[in-house]
């Protein structure tokens, strides 16, 4: 859905912040190999979460967020802010509850990933897909 909605999914899934463009979703990795975050844009403020332009980088996943996957985050948001020069925002939806994943990982004492959970319940799922009857 990303791919070729981007700004409808940021909306439904109640993303804060106005959906602005598309942003680079590759990262380039010290080992020469690539990886590609889930979605990659950039987001104006809505003076609610968020306060200035950013970079969102957001994960989606079926599955809890372990020790790897974050790091895997805070990865994603070096590229990011690399390529966008603009402060990094990384976000988790994901119909698992919040409590079931790893929520954050300290590189260093100022360094420290902690991505912003959406509950998606599956309730909620099916509200947005327009599957209330199923």
Known sequence: MYNEYPR??????????????KANEKV??????????????IIDPDLKIIFEQIVANGEHQSTPVG??????I?????QQIHDENLPQFSYVSSH??????????????TDIIEPYF???????NKKRLNLSGL
């Open 28 to 41: 380039y990795f010290k080992d020469g190999s690539i990886g590609e975050m889930d979605s990659s844009y």
């Open 8 to 21: 409808e999914l940021h909306n439904n899934l109640n993303v804060s912040g106005i959906f602005r463009r």
């Open 67 to 72: 020790e790897d996957k974050i790091r895997m």
């Open 96 to 109: 698992l509850s919040r409590e079931k994943h790893v929520q954050s990982y300290k590189r260093s004492p």
């Open 118 to 124: 959406l509950d998606l319940s599956e309730n909620d």
């Open 74 to 78: 805070g990865r994603y948001g070096i």
